[in-house]
Nanobody
Framework: QVQLVESGGGLVQTGDSLRLSCAAS????????MGWFRQAPGKEREFVAV????????CYTDSVKGRFTISRDNAKNTVYLQMNNLKPVDTAVYYC???????????????????WGQGTQVTVSS
């Protein structure tokens, strides 16, 4: 059984930064893509970013390109999401996800991921 535990969320102001972390249990972390989704109040859950198993490939949704950076430390079984220049539209619950493969060709689809964390709240005030 794989467990994903997110941390690092909080309440910040527009323009601030946060770094989310996701610690994964299990021995397969380094062989799977890892990603982040988010769900804003009253909206559907959406893809944010994904990183390949080796960390060499990344993909972002357009609205966060240039502001968010996904990274991973396979020695620590941890994936990160550095979020800079935060905006109120970034307010959401952020979920860490594990990919089915080393790289997800269909990066934005939820069925490409098999384990989900419980989420961490990020609130950006204007």
């Amino acid at each position: 059984q794989v467990q994903l535990v997110e941390s690092g969320g909080g309440l910040v102001q527009t323009g601030d930064s946060l770094r989310l972390s996701c610690a994964a249990s299990g021995r397969t972390f380094s062989t799977k893509a890892m990603g982040w989704f988010r769900q804003a109040p009253g909206k559907e859950r959406e893809f944010v970013a994904v990183i390949s198993a080796a960390g060499s490939l990344t993909c972002y949704t357009d609205s966060v390109k240039g502001r968010f950076t996904i990274s991973r430390d396979n020695a620590k079984n941890t994936v990160y999401l550095q979020m800079n220049n935060l905006k109120p539209v970034d307010t959401a619950v952020y979920y860490c996800v594990r990919g089915l493969l080393a790289w997800n060709s269909g990066v934005g689809t939820e069925d490409g991921y098999d384990y989900w964390g419980q989420g961490t709240q990020v609130t950006v005030s204007s």
